[in-house]
């Protein structure tokens, strides 16, 4: 009897993934890969590029609304999705810099938003540990991040990145990046760090 139950049990390298871990891989794997082609990005062919930029503005575009269309929303996929991002503006721009193609300016302008979202996203980590897990996104942050894209597929496919698109989209990314630093802070004035365990879920907290 003993036997029989023994080997009914599955072992965990034949135990098959639940319907729940599949749909959470769904997500997160586009998110995953948004990550590494940010990392990869300055290391391939130039004809790889413009795929490796596509794929990063479809895959942010779409892994959330998978995640939230398959109830697969998880913690790792609200961390991992901003990072993904900023990482993927950031190589790029700097790539760019790099082969003299856009300007220091530029980069400050049009990165605005990411430099001023990993340093308050840095700072409450340092300060309110546990904060980090609420990153809600704000209007500005997507308009934001639209205008990059649009600027990066420009820029990548033709070239073209005149002064005036330069600043229409480098204002919305800097007014981005302030309209969070203003959150961040009514929300650090409003807490404690003794009692932000219990302010994490708060609904206006920022980060």
Known sequence: MRQSMKSSTPSPSTRQATPTQLRWWVGNSLTLL???????????MISWRIPLLLFAGISDAV???LARRLNAVSLLGQVLDPIADKLCVLTILGTALWEQRVTGGELLL????????IGVALLAMWTRPGSWKNMPPRILGKAATAGQFLYLVTLEVWNWHPWPFVVLVGGLSLAAGLDYVAAALRYFRNTRPATVAGAVDSPDAPI
């Open 63 to 65: 892994d959330g609304w």
């Open 110 to 117: 049009i990165g605005a938003r990411d430099v001023l979202v």
């Open 34 to 44: 948004r990550l590494l082609a940010g990392l990869a990005y300055p290391l391939v």
